[in-house]
């Protein structure tokens, strides 16, 4: 309750303070003159203008606000360390018990947790948030209970924006000791086939750790051991690694465990190096021009990742017309060139409508089956040339594809369907029109009957003929088209058809492309949801599982989201490398920086904090003493204080703060009062002056 006294003026202040003038320069003037009874005028006269004033007196019905205290938990991915998260659960139930038997303080109990983003512990940053809503004169101070290892702590405790304590209450232990990795030079980026440079550093921090110790590093490559080395402490090490394949190449740099040492999710880093192919090379034969020719070679050459060789065969040998060789104007074909000595620069050969016309020699298509175990590809696509004679399945090719034809050719209209295992297979899925019956497309006019020897069929013709069959031989791959009409979808027949994507995923499956395995499991990010997909044949998948940094390891629920491919995605919010798994299916995928902070440091300390704590009286102090007992310290309200801990206590700010809840106000001079006191006055000068 405040009293004080107040003035509402029944006249405006410059007509007042005209009044005041006058009044004193009236009683100047009379008691100047010594008139008889000059001061008793001047104070009725004073009176007067203090009942223009309107005084009273005001009572502030005020209620005292509370202080406001936040206590903030550090759940960042190094407190799970060690004991760190039981410490701060102790430590934090004590705290909110004590604070809870202070009247006059209201606990705020905020948690910081990494964003997944790369950027460390950011308590400081969730300190703000917290009291983002309270007045800076109500905040009692700030209590964090953390490792200190804290990467957003404020120069300055200005920055803070209010004037209060804070005090630091630090978990983990004084003899803490760590190896870890740092990486310092790694590309983004790399052509497949080549080396590159990665360049790493072994350091050692706490108690019984020094410099001159040779450790080993091993090297592991989308999971696997490619390689180990030996490296100094504390010096830099450059290590090359080679490209394997396109895409992301996971390579994980592991140094050995240092006894007794915090933890070994720093032992390693992981760097991510996109593959890089160069243009393919793919090796066209047309076995004389047709319709369907002009189709493979629009859709390679507007393929701006494919450089192609085509070569079309118009004078076969035993075409003999009496020409001179001076007078054609053909080039010889360069079978040497192309299928011995070049035949492994090209990623895929593709046979259209071929027939054996003694170009290519026996000893040739011996090299190309010898070219496809060891990691090249073929596409045969036949007409009737498969059936006959001259079949390309009549020599050593024989032993890589997948179907032998009978002899006969179905020549009647039919809409090509996509096999069951079409539906799944990425080469096919999804292809505009299937999913209608007949499906939305063109029909074709001709197919090559076969009988299946292995391999899988894709789409199919009359009464179910295999049409598309694919085949994996050795490291490499074999495709056979087994109709001479999918030209007519590119001209548009009927409406024409998908033959864009068709072929051209196609042409990729066969070169390897890893977005179109048929059996895979892939993982990305996207946001803060960790994706994963898992592309499979079969008609179920196993439990997917998903490893974090930190180790521990859930369960992830996947739904069908088309035939053969399966979704699920987590939120995360760590950072370092997750293993996911299925059956015998891992991938592999680094979420935030190659360095992230949060596992840069992790000894806990009271250094970073001290010099804030001292600037705003506080104090930062370790929770776990040296036999690992922990002691939280007292907690004591204090109005105003230099120094707000000492020895085994801490100091909380309590605040002036209040409400105003109503105002009383009494006049002084209004009413009968106030006539009465001026009534009086007027006859003791009337009486004074009558004298």
Same mark, same amino acid.
């Given at each position: 309750m405040i009293w004080s006294i107040s003035f509402d003026p029944l006249l405006p202040v410059w007509a007042l303070g005209g009044l005041a003038a006058l009044i004193v320069l009236v009683g100047l003037v009379t008691g100047f003159m010594s008139l008889r009874g000059w001061p008793l005028r001047t104070l009725a006269m004073v009176l007067v203008a203090l009942a223009l004033a309107n005084p009273a007196l005001e009572r502030e019905n005020r209620e005292p606000l509370s202080s406001v205290v936040a206590v903030v938990t550090d759940l960042s991915q190094s407190q799970l360390l060690d004991d760190r998260s039981q410490t701060t659960e102790t430590a934090l139930s004590t705290l909110t018990e004590r604070l809870?038997?202070?009247?006059?303080?209201?606990?705020? #109990?905020?948690?910081? /947790?990494?964003?997944? *983003? +790369?950027? &460390? !512990?950011? =308590?400081?940053?969730?300190?703000?948030?917290?009291?983002?809503?309270?007045?800076?004169?109500?905040?009692?101070?700030?209590?964090?209970?953390?490792?200190?290892?804290?990467?957003?702590?404020?120069?300055?405790?200005?920055?803070?924006?209010?004037?209060?304590?804070?005090?630091?209450?630090?978990?983990?232990?004084?003899?803490?000791?760590?190896?870890?990795?740092?990486?310092?030079?790694?590309?983004?980026?790399?052509?497949?086939?080549?080396?590159? #440079?990665?360049?790493? /550093?072994?350091?050692? *921090? +706490?108690? &019984? !750790?020094? =410099?001159?110790?040779?450790?080993?590093?091993?090297?592991?490559?989308?999971?696997?051991?490619?390689?180990?080395?030996?490296?100094?402490?504390?010096?830099?090490?450059?290590?090359?690694?080679?490209?394997?394949?396109?895409?992301?190449?996971?390579?994980?740099?592991?140094?050995?465990?240092?006894?007794?040492?915090?933890?070994?999710?720093?032992?390693?880093?992981?760097?991510?190096?996109?593959?890089?192919?160069?243009?393919?090379?793919?090796?066209? #034969?047309?076995?004389?021009?047709?319709?369907?020719?002009?189709?493979?070679?629009? =859709?390679?050459?507007?393929?701006?990742?494919?450089?192609?060789?085509?070569?079309?065969?118009?004078?076969?040998?035993?075409?003999?017309?009496?020409?001179?060789?001076?007078?054609?104007?053909?080039?010889?074909?360069?079978?040497?060139?192309?299928?011995?000595?070049?035949?492994?620069?090209?990623?895929?050969?593709?046979?259209?409508?071929?027939?054996?016309?003694?170009?290519?020699?026996?000893?040739?298509?011996?090299?190309?089956?010898?070219?496809?175990?060891?990691g090249g590809a073929v596409l045969l696509a036949g007409g009737p040339d498969y059936a006959e004679a001259g079949s390309l399945y009549r020599t050593p090719l024989a032993q890589i594809l997948p179907a032998r034809p009978t002899g006969a050719i179905l020549e009647q209209p039919f809409h090509a369907t996509l096999a069951n295992v079409g539906e799944r297979h990425p080469v096919t899925r999804g292809l505009p029109g299937a999913r209608q019956e007949p499906p939305s497309w063109s029909r074709w006019f001709r197919l090559v009957e076969t009988e299946l020897d292995g391999g899988q069929t894709l789409m199919t013709g009359p009464s179910d003929k295999p049409l598309l069959v694919l085949n994996r031989e050795g490291e490499g791959r074999v495709a056979l088209l087994l109709s001479d009409h999918v030209w007519l979808w590119a001209r548009g027949f009927e409406g024409g058809g998908p033959h864009v994507p068709l072929l051209r995923r196609l042409g990729h499956w066969l070169m390897q492309e890893p977005d179109l395995e048929e059996e895979a499991l892939r993982v990305s990010m996207r946001g803060p949801e960790l994706t994963v997909e898992r592309q499979t044949l079969q008609d179920s998948i196993g439990d997917v599982e998903v490893l974090a940094p930190s180790g521990t390891a859930t369960r992830l629920t996947m739904n069908e989201v088309e035939p053969g491919l399966w979704r699920g995605s987590t939120p995360t919010t760590e950072t370092g490398l997750f293993t996911v798994s299925e059956s015998d299916k891992t991938s592999l995928i680094h979420v935030g920086p190659q360095n992230p902070r949060e596992y840069t440091e992790v000894l806990s300390t009271t250094e970073k904090l001290a010099a804030l704590t001292s600037q705003t009286g506080g104090q930062a102090m370790r929770l776990t003493d040296v036999g690992g007992d922990i002691s939280v310290p007292r907690v004591v309200p204090l109005r105003r204080a230099a120094q707000y801990a000492g020895n085994g206590w801490i100091g909380l700010k309590t605040t002036d703060a209040s409400v105003l809840n109503g105002v009383d106000r009494y006049p002084l001079l209004a009413g009968l009062l106030g006539l009465a006191l001026l009534l009086g006055l007027i006859s003791l000068t009337w009486f004074r002056e009558g004298r």
């Open positions: 809870g038997d202070l009247d006059g303080f209201e606990v705020r #109990v905020l948690e910081s /947790r990494n964003g997944g *983003q +790369g950027n &460390g !512990t950011e =308590l400081f940053q969730s300190l703000v948030n917290g009291l983002s809503d309270v007045p800076p004169d109500r905040v009692g101070g700030a209590i964090l209970l953390t490792d200190g290892q804290i990467h957003d702590i404020p120069d300055h405790a200005s920055a803070l924006g209010f004037e209060a304590p804070v005090h630091g209450l630090v978990t983990g232990h004084s003899d803490e000791r760590d190896r870890r990795m740092i990486l310092h030079k790694a590309p983004r980026f790399g052509l497949v086939g080549s080396e590159q #440079v990665v360049s790493v /550093r072994v350091v050692e *921090q +706490g108690a &019984g !750790t020094g =410099l001159g110790d040779r450790v080993a590093i091993k090297i592991r490559r989308d999971g696997n051991l490619v390689s180990e080395r030996q490296v100094g402490i504390g010096q830099t090490l450059d290590i090359p690694v080679e490209i394997e394949h396109g895409g992301d190449n996971i390579f994980e740099f592991e140094v050995e465990a240092l006894a007794g040492e915090l933890t070994e999710l720093n032992n390693r880093v992981v760097v991510t190096i996109d593959g890089i192919r160069e243009n393919l090379r793919v090796l066209l #034969v047309s076995g004389s021009p047709h319709a369907g020719e002009r189709t493979w070679r629009n =859709l390679l050459k507007s393929d701006a990742s494919v450089d192609l060789v085509h070569f079309t065969i118009l004078r076969p040998p035993e075409k003999q017309d009496g020409t001179p060789i001076n007078q054609l104007s053909l080039i010889a074909f360069p079978t040497r060139e192309l299928f011995s000595v070049k035949i492994d620069e090209f990623d895929l050969i593709i046979f259209d409508r071929y027939v054996r016309r003694g170009v290519l020699p026996m000893l040739y298509f011996d090299n190309i089956a010898r070219y496809v175990q060891d």
